[in-house]
């Protein structure tokens, strides 16, 4: 059974970058698909990208084309994803998901803090 | 971008009541619909995939449905742990886009 297990809770400062880690147990990077969404606090799922190591292919959402980088390393069966030049406005729980188009597992969330 | 128009934002309903909350999408998704749960502080928990194929442990009462361009997520006898907040997604696209979402409350 396919579990996810998330990096914890960061605090950074405006105009930095953070890294939110998301490790896959019993499975493997390689036969899915890795989807990240946030959730600003009082607010909606936002999805943000969804990257599919075996094809190479990762679809980011408009919006944060050029602030998002995601990375898979199959030995350690992680995912990383990371966000540059954050606001305020990146202040939010973000999540994995696990699944090829609908996110079957969830990972338990990484809440990121953006403040001065 | 795929838009997914979900309604109502809000929902008041007793136990054992019967609701329906629907996702209009902006274009033809070819029923590439996931419907989730998600209770305050916890991940979503995804309950039917495909439009209508509920997950493996979601209870009979949950069904999802389809016309045409909206979709629909139906709780039948509802119970006090369905109260939750529950939200639409579209994977047609290569561009995800979840509803906006719907919180059922008890009455």
């Known amino acids: 059974q396919v579990q996810l297990v998330q990096s914890g809770a960061e605090v950074q400062k405006p105009g930095s970058s953070v890294k939110v880690s998301c490790k896959v147990s019993?499975?493997?990077?390689?036969?899915?698909?890795i989807t990240w969404v946030r959730q600003a606090p009082g607010q909606g799922l936002e999805w943000l990208v969804t990257?599919?190591?075996?094809?190479?292919?990762?679809n980011i959402a408009q919006k944060f084309r050029g602030r998002i980088t995601v990375t898979a390393d199959e030995d350690t069966k992680t995912s990383h994803m990371e966000m540059s030049g954050l606001t305020s406005e990146d202040t939010a729980t973000y999540f994995c998901a696990y699944g090829y188009g609908a996110g079957v597992v969830w990972g338990q969330g990484t809440t990121v803090i953006v403040s001065s | 971008d795929i838009q997914m128009t979900q309604s109502p934002s809000s929902l008041s309903a007793s136990v054992g009541d019967r609701v329906t909350i629907t996702c209009r999408a902006s274009?033809?998704?070819?029923?590439?619909l996931a419907w989730y749960q998600q209770k305050p502080g916890k991940a979503p928990r995804l309950l039917v995939s495909g439009a209508s194929t509920l997950q493996s442990g979601v209870p009979s009462r949950f069904s999802g449905g389809e016309s045409g361009t909206e979709y629909s997520l139906t709780i039948d006898s509802l119970q006090p742990e369905d109260f939750a907040t529950y939200y639409c997604q579209q994977y047609y696209s290569d561009l995800y886009t979840f509803g906006q979402g719907t919180k059922l409350e008890i009455k």
């Open positions: 990257s599919i190591p075996m094809f190479d292919r990762t």
């Open positions: 274009q033809a998704i070819s029923n590439s």
């Open positions: 019993g499975g493997t990077l390689l036969n899915s698909a």
